[in-house]
C-alpha cells in the first residue's frame, strides 16, 4: 500500500541545515528551511528556489564529478516500486586553494520518496557533515598508525626488508611516471593502468606479509586510476585527490621503514628513538601554509600566463620549532618552481606536455632520523651550473632563486639541500632537517 504524504511537522523534525521537496520533474516545490547552511551559498544570492531546477541548485554546492551520479540516484528513487529511504555523503565544490589543504566540504543527502495528488515526490535532507568527516579521518589516520606499527612488529625481519626496499623502488618509479606528459586521451589512460599495475605489487606484497593498512591504500589508489582511465573523457583535474593518496602511501612505507628500524633497535636494548607523533605541533599551521601557498600558486602563475596545481603533505609531521623557517623557505622555493620552472600555457602545450603544471610540496619522517622535504614539479629544469655561478648579494635582499641563497637558509636550520633536474621535464628540490635543532640554531 503506497504510503500518503509526509504531514510538515515531522518532515521537520531534528532538521538543521535545509529540506527541499522536489518533484518527478526534478523541480524544487517547497523549501523547509530556506535560510538554511549548507545552501549559503545559493540563498545568499537571493534566488528564488521555488520553481528552480534541482540541477542548478546543486551545481555551486557538489563537486562537479558527483553531480551526475546524484541525478541519477534522484530519478531511480522516483520509480513506484522503489521502496525506503537512502542515504549518501556528497564531496562539495571548493576551490583548488581549500582542497590542497584537506578542507573539502562533505554533505550529507537523505532521500526520501512520497505520494500526493501529483504523484510521487521526494524530500531532500541536506546537511554540512565535513567536521564529523576531518574528526573521523583524523581518527583513522591513528588506528593506521597504530595498525602499520603493529604489523611491522609481527612481520618476519628480512621480508618485510626486502618488501619495503621494492616497494619505495616502485612508489619512485611511480612518480616518475606521473611527471610523463601524456597529451593525447589514450596516452593518459596508458599512463594511469600502468601506475595501477605498478601499484599491484605493493598491494599484493603487504597482503603477503599482514601489512592491510599498506594493502586497502594501495588497492583503493589502484581503484581510483582504472575509474579515471575508464571514463570517456578522463581529465588531469581528477588525478589531484589521486596524487595526495600517492603521497599518504609513499609516507606509509616510510614509516613503514622507520618502524622497522626502531624494532631493531629494542631488539638488541639500543635507546629508543623519540616519537616523532608526541613533537609539539601547532595544529593550524600546515592548513594554513597550504592553503597560502596555493593561492600563491594560483596568482603568480595567472600573471606569468601558465596555469598549476599544488599538492601539499604531511607538514602536520614537522614539529612546531621548525614552522618559522620553513614557512618562507616553502613559499620561496615555489615562487621558484612558477618562475623558473613552469612553462606558460602555450608553450607546455607545443612541447606535448598538459597544459597545466604540477608542484608537489611533501614532507616525511626520514628513516635515517630527522624530516624531508621535497619540493618538485614539471616544468622546463634547471640550469644548475649557471644558478651556482650567480652570486650573493649582500647589499640587496635575495631574490631567492639562486642555489647559495637556498642553501644558507636550510644550513642556519642545520639541514643540506640536493638538487636534481632533468631539462624540459622536472626539478626536484630535497631538503634534509635533523631531528632536533642545535642550540646554537
Request: charged share 25%; hydrophobic share 40%; glycine share 6%.
Amino acid at each position: 500500500m503506497a504510503a500518503g504524504p509526509i504531514p510538515p511537522s515531522r518532515l521537520l523534525q531534528n532538521i538543521e541545515d535545509a529540506l527541499l521537496v522536489v518533484g518527478a520533474d526534478l523541480v524544487i516545490r517547497d523549501v523547509a528551511n530556506f535560510s538554511a547552511h549548507a545552501l549559503a551559498a545559493v540563498s545568499a544570492r537571493g534566488r528564488n528556489l521555488l520553481g528552480e531546477s534541482i540541477e542548478a541548485t546543486i551545481s555551486p554546492l557538489f563537486a562537479p564529478h558527483e553531480r551526475a551520479g546524484f541525478l541519477a540516484r534522484l530519478r531511480a528513487m522516483l520509480d513506484p516500486l522503489h521502496e525506503g529511504v537512502a542515504q549518501h555523503t556528497i564531496e562539495g565544490a571548493a576551490p583548488i586553494a581549500v582542497r590542497a589543504a584537506g578542507l573539502t566540504p562533505y554533505y550529507e543527502v537523505t532521500i526520501r520518496r512520497y505520494l500526493d495528488d501529483s504523484g510521487s515526490l521526494l524530500s531532500l535532507y541536506i546537511r554540512d557533515v565535513s567536521d564529523r568527516l576531518q574528526l573521523r579521518r583524523a581518527l583513522s589516520l591513528v588506528r593506521e598508525e597504530r595498525d602499520l606499527a603493529l604489523a611491522v612488529l609481527r612481520s618476519e625481519p628480512e621480508a618485510l626488508y626486502e618488501y619495503l626496499r621494492s616497494a619505495l623502488e616502485t612508489l619512485t618509479l611511480v612518480q616518475s611516471l606521473q611527471r610523463l606528459p601524456a597529451r593525447a586521451v589514450e596516452a593518459y589512460r596508458s599512463k594511469l593502468r600502468r601506475i595501477a599495475g605498478e601499484l599491484q605489487q605493493v598491494a599484493q606484497g603487504a597482503r603477503t606479509l599482514g601489512i592491510d593498512v599498506v594493502a586497502i591504500a594501495a588497492e583503493s589508489v589502484m581503484a581510483d586510476l582504472r575509474r579515471v582511465a575508464d571514463q570517456a573523457a578522463p581529465s588531469g583535474e581528477e588525478f589531484l585527490p589521486i596524487a595526495t593518496a600517492l603521497d599518504t602511501l609513499f609516507r606509509q612505507l616510510v614509516a613503514a621503514s622507520h618502524d622497522m628500524e626502531l624494532r631493531e633497535g629494542s631488539l638488541q636494548t639500543a635507546p629508543a628513538a623519540p616519537e616523532f607523533s608526541r613533537v609539539p605541533c601547532d595544529s593550524d599551521w600546515p592548513a594554513d601554509v597550504s592553503v597560502r601557498l596555493a593561492e600563491r600558486v594560483e596568482s603568480v602563475s595567472l600573471e606569468r600566463g601558465s596555469r598549476a596545481t599544488l599538492t601539499v603533505t604531511g607538514l602536520e609531521q614537522l614539529p612546531a620549532f621548525y614552522h618559522r623557517g620553513v614557512e618562507p623557505l616553502l613559499f620561496q622555493l615555489v615562487d621558484n618552481a612558477i618562475q623558473l620552472g613552469i612553462e606558460p600555457t602555450a608553450e607546455r602545450e607545443a612541447g606535448g606536455k598538459p597544459s597545466v603544471g604540477h608542484i608537489n610540496v611533501s614532507c616525511s619522517v626520514s628513516p635515517k632520523g630527522g624530516y624531508e622535504l621535497l619540493v618538485s614539479d614539471d616544468g622546463q629544469g634547471l640550469d644548475v651550473a649557471e644558478i651556482r655561478r650567480k652570486p650573493v648579494n649582500d647589499e640587496a635582499p635575495s631574490t631567492g632563486t639562486d642555489i647559495p641563497f637556498l642553501q644558507d637558509l636550510v644550513m642556519r636550520m642545520g639541514g643540506t639541500i640536493g638538487v636534481s633536474t632533468s631539462k624540459g621535464r622536472y626539478t626536484r628540490l630535497r631538503i634534509q632537517l635533523p631531528r632536533e635543532l642545535s642550540p646554537s640554531v
